[in-house]
C-alpha cells in the first residue's frame, strides 16, 4: 500500500499564520520532513509527530527521503518555508518521483510567501505589478540575475528581493542597487523586513540611496519601489490608480 506526499507551506513560521489545511494535513501525516530550521519552527505544535531534518543543500536527499517513506505506505508532510512552490520543495518534490517513475500522490498545500509576509508589514508595496527575484546564485547564473534585473527596472515593475546576502555574498546586493539605480531615482522608497513574523522581527523603511547602510542578511526580505511607490502615514504604498 503506497502512501502519500503533502508539500507543505508554512509562511514565515509562526503557527498563527500557517492555513488550516497546512496544520491539518501535518496533525494527518506519520513523518514531517524539512530543512533543521523549519521542522523547530513547527516542533512546538506537533510534539507527537516524527520529525526528520536535515541541512542546506541537501533537498534532492530530503525529497528521496520522503518518496521512500511514502513508498512504504506512509503519509508525509515535506515542509517548506514561505510557499513551496515559490523557491519552495514542491517543484523538486514533483520532479523526484517523475524520475523515480512512482505513482505515490503529491499534493501541494500553499502558504504565505516571504514576500506577502513583508509587504504586510510595510503597508502595501505590492499593489500593482511586481516581480520576485532572488540573488542567491547557487543554482542560478549571477549574468541571468543581473538581466532580470535590468529587466525588472525598464519595466518600472516593484522587485521583492529574497537571499539579498549571505556571508560570502556581499557584493550582489551592491550590484542589485546599482541596477535599479539606473531606472528608479535614489529617493524610491525601499522596504526592509527581517524575520518576518517571527521573535527577531526588524521593519524598516529607507529608500535606495540608504539601502546598502542596512543590516542585510538571508532572513531579510527587500521590496525595493517603483515609480508610484510612496510613503503615507509611515507605510510603504505603491498606488494602482484609484481617484482618492
Not at 33 to 42: F, M, N, R, S
Not at 70 to 76: C, H, L, R, Y
Not at 89 to 104: C, D, F, H, N
Not at 116 to 131: E, F, I
Request: one cysteine or more.
Amino acid at each position: 500500500m503506497q502512501g502519500k506526499i503533502y508539500v507543505v507551506g508554512t509562511g514565515p513560521g509562526d503557527k498563527d499564520f500557517i492555513c488550516p489545511q497546512a496544520i491539518s494535513v501535518m496533525n494527518a501525516s506519520d513523518v514531517i520532513v524539512g530543512y533543521k530550521t523549519y521542522i523547530e519552527l513547527v516542533k512546538p505544535f506537533m510534539p507527537n509527530k516524527e520529525l526528520l531534518s536535515s541541512g542546506m543543500k541537501k533537498e534532492v536527499d530530503r525529497c528521496l527521503e520522503v518518496l521512500r517513506l511514502a513508498e512504504e505506505g506512509k503519509t508525509v508532510s515535506l515542509i517548506s518555508s514561505g510557499d513551496p512552490g515559490v523557491y519552495g520543495m514542491a517543484g523538486i518534490m514533483i520532479e523526484v518521483v517523475a524520475e523515480k517513475k512512482s505513482e505515490v500522490q503529491v499534493e501541494i498545500v500553499p502558504g504565505i510567501s516571504a514576500a506577502s509576509s513583508a509587504a504586510s508589514l510595510l503597508g502595501a508595496p505590492l499593489m500593482n505589478d511586481y516581480v520576485v527575484i532572488s540573488l542567491s546564485d547557487l543554482l542560478t547564473p549571477w549574468e541571468l540575475i543581473v538581466k532580470r534585473l535590468n529587466a525588472a527596472g525598464m519595466g518600472d515593475f516593484v522587485v521583492s528581493m529574497y537571499n539579498p546576502r549571505s556571508k560570502t555574498r556581499i557584493r550582489h546586493l551592491e550590484v542589485a542597487v546599482e541596477t535599479l539605480l539606473k531606472y528608479q531615482s535614489s529617493d524610491t522608497p525601499v522596504g526592509i523586513v527581517k524575520h518576518a513574523m517571527r521573535e527577531k522581527q526588524e521593519v524598516i523603511i529607507t529608500d535606495l540611496n540608504r539601502v546598502l547602510d542596512q543590516d542585510i542578511d538571508m532572513f531579510t526580505t527587500v521590496i525595493v519601489g517603483n515609480s508610484q511607490t510612496k510613503v503615507i502615514n509611515g507605510k510603504m504604498v505603491t498606488r494602482r490608480g484609484y481617484k482618492v
